[in-house]
């Protein structure tokens, strides 16, 4: 089985660099670089100045703000303001695409849409050099994928938005989409077991083209359950779907790993997410961690907002009192300080340039 694994990853490899040769940078491990942890989930860029409180509070620096763009807000100048709001704030995007809704249900994405996106994507002034990008939303939910469940037609869909996001800039970190690890088998629902199985036999190599994985650890039953609880439906489901996939598809072991939805649903004591974010989130690989939602005060997700009327909640304060790291991501090169020399040594620089240029000097 090693071998095959080993040869099927070759086979990608070989196949990526004779579809891509133009592409020459690879996406960065972020977590080869001191990397602040601390995250929040936002619905709108008026909560950027909140959650860089509460994710860069405590001496941190570099947290992350998940949120998402449709297709329908591809406004270049409003989300050029957003990613420079970003870069001022040291905050790193983790940005999830999504179409529109219809009839109660998203609809599926277009692949004549690639392009639009990763053009638009690519305009983009990214803060850092890693341009983190989900592809959609739990497709194992009928409601998310056009009132449809189609495992072929995600792994199709994704391979085929990740090769134009590749081609447009290596600099993509793509992820896949967050799913139901509680879903069951139903008109409406598909278990991540039975989707992943169809992803893979539609693509064999399918879950080795991310660049990290993406998971939505809720503490179930109801959104309320004990930190302590283990398995699929817990905190920590994300070590039960990496070990399936790791184990049956290919998943590469050590994985960037992206919490980008968790969270408790109820009332709860806020030294829960103390518990979590210090002894249960501790995984070597983990790279953020970024519970839903910072600011929602309508149902149904009021219940887990970390701000309500506009005033933070126990939740907010506790986590903004946790002591966090000064993240030191690779800054994008629209972000990266000019050279030294250009203030100190130019002078010298074009007293030298004019030396060379004398008609007395010869080689």
Same mark, same amino acid.
């Given at each position: +089985? ?5 040869? =099927? ?23 080869? !670089?001191?990397? *602040?942890? /601390? ?7 008026? @909560? ?7 994710? *860069? ?28 709001? =970003?870069?001022?704030?040291?905050? $790193? ?8 809704? !219809? ?44 009132? @449809? $469940? ?48 169809? +992803? ?17 650890? /809720? ?6 359950? *004990? ?10 489901? /994300? ?11 290919? =998943?590469?072991?050590?994985?960037? =790993?992206? $919490? ?13 997410? !103390? ?89």
């Amino acid at each position: +089985m090693k071998g095959y694994l080993i040869y =099927l990853i070759s086979l990608n490899i070989l196949a990526f660099s004779l579809f891509f040769p133009k592409t020459t940078k690879a996406t960065t491990n972020p977590l080869s !670089q001191p990397n *602040n942890k /601390y995250g929040i989930h936002i619905i709108s860029e008026n @909560d950027l100045e909140s959650a860089e409180k509460l994710v *860069n509070s405590s001496n941190g620096s570099w947290g992350y703000v998940t949120f998402v763009i449709r297709e329908d807000e591809r406004d270049l100048a409003r989300w050029t303001n957003v990613f420079q709001k =970003l870069s001022e704030l040291k905050l $790193i995007p983790i940005v999830r695409l999504a179409t529109t809704t !219809q009839n109660l249900s998203w609809q599926k994405p277009n692949t004549s849409e690639t392009k639009q996106w990763a053009k638009f994507l690519s305009q983009l002034p990214w803060p850092i050099q890693n341009r983190y990008i989900i592809l959609f939303n739990e497709p194992n939910h009928a409601k998310e994928w056009g009132g @449809d $469940i189609n495992p072929t037609e995600y792994a199709h869909i994704a391979r085929i938005y990740w090769e134009e996001l590749k081609k447009a800039s290596f600099d993509f970190f793509v992820l896949p989409a967050g799913f139901d690890l509680s879903a069951t088998n139903s008109k409406d629902t598909l278990s991540v077991e039975s989707y992943w199985q169809q +992803m893979f036999l539609a693509d064999e190599l399918i879950f080795t083209i991310f660049d990290g994985w993406n998971s939505h650890s /809720y503490p179930n039953p109801n959104f309320c359950g *004990n930190p302590k609880d283990t398995g699929r439906s817990s905190l920590t489901g /994300y070590l039960w779907e990496t070990n399936i996939l790791e184990n049956q598809y290919f =998943l590469l072991p050590n994985t960037p =790993l992206f $919490i980008t939805e968790t969270g408790w649903g109820c009332d709860i004591n806020p030294n829960v997410y !103390q518990e979590a974010f210090e002894t249960i989130w501790v995984q070597p690989n983990i790279v953020a961690v970024t519970p839903f939602i910072l600011n929602y005060e309508h149902f149904p997700f009021n219940h887990f907002s970390w701000l309500k009327n506009n005033e933070t909640t126990p939740t907010y304060t506790l986590v903004q009192s946790l002591a966090k790291i000064k993240g030191e991501p690779i800054l994008s090169k629209s972000q990266q300080p000019l050279p030294q020399f250009i203030s100190s040594d130019f002078p010298k620089l074009l007293l030298d340039y004019k030396t060379w240029l004398s008609p007395n000097v010869s080689l």
